[in-house]
T-cell receptor, first 111, second 115 residues
Framework: GIQVEQSPPDLILQEGANSTLRCNFSDSVNNLQWFHQNPWGQLINLFY???GTKQNGRLSATTVATERYSLLYISSSQTTDSGVYFC?????????????FGTGTRLQVTL | ETGVTQTPRHLVMGMTNKKSLKCEQHLGHNAMYWYKQSAKKPLELMFVYNFKEQTENNSVPSRFSPECPNSSHLFLHLHTLQPEDSALYLCASSQDTTGRPETQYFGPGTRLLVL
């Protein structure tokens, strides 16, 4: 199956700093999503971005499908950004929708 | 609030117990999913339902039994679980699984501890 690797696995930032999270995947994909999991376990969709660039406030994401990677940028980080960031990809094999998740980047933003 | 709710949020059960997890989505979606998230591991897809029909069983042991009575509700019936089944169980929904790109929306999860 498709492999998804995320880096770095852990990241500690001071409030106000910027960061870049990376997601590499092993095959072509039809769907790529970034999620944020808060400390209570809730997964929140950040971006649906199989290709191109999107921005939402302090967050932006870029996927270069031909080179099989995606980047999530966090600018002016805040303590509420803490949690785990997951990249998930999907390659359609039939009628079932199946996301394959990476192992995540655990982010801690300190004061 | 994602429009997907799960109950209970926390569950402790013995290996001989029978319990059920419930998921409800208020988004008008037709596809629903169960995922398992163990410590230090990526989310693993367990089951997929589309229009109430199971379309994916990712080699899940039979001690986990899903049920989808309608497109808004999904259950996971648990019986004779093992301690290694302790994990966060997440439910998700999406519009459908007809092969076009979709966004999945997740519930808050049920944190299960098997003693």
């Amino acid at each position: 199956g498709i492999q998804v690797e995320q880096s770095p696995p852990d990241l500690i930032l001071q409030e106000g700093a910027n960061s870049t999270l990376r997601c590499n995947f092993s095959d072509s994909v039809n769907n790529l999503q970034w999620f944020h999991q808060n400390p209570w376990g809730q997964l929140i969709n950040l971006f649906y971005i199989p290709s191109g660039t999107k921005q939402n406030g302090r967050l932006s994401a870029t996927t270069v499908a031909t080179e099989r990677y995606s980047l999530l940028y966090i600018s002016s980080s805040q303590t509420t950004d803490s949690g785990v960031y997951f990249c998930a990809v999907e390659r359609f094999t039939g009628t079932a929708s199946k996301l394959t998740f990476g192992t995540g980047t655990r982010l801690q933003v300190t004061l | 609030e994602t429009g997907v709710t799960q109950t209970p949020r926390h569950l402790v059960m013995g290996m001989t117990n029978k319990k059920s997890l419930k998921c409800e989505q208020h988004l008008g979606h037709n596809a629903m999913y169960w995922y398992k998230q163990s410590a230090k591991k990526p989310l693993e897809l367990m089951f997929v339902y589309n229009f109430k029909e199971q379309t994916e069983n990712n080699s899940v042991p039979s001690r986990f039994s899903p049920e989808c009575p309608n497109s808004s509700h999904l259950f996971l019936h648990l019986h004779t679980l093992q301690p290694e089944d302790s994990a966060l169980y997440l439910c998700a929904s999406s519009q459908d699984t007809t092969g076009r790109p979709e966004t999945q929306y997740f519930g808050p999860g049920t944190r299960l501890l098997v003693l």
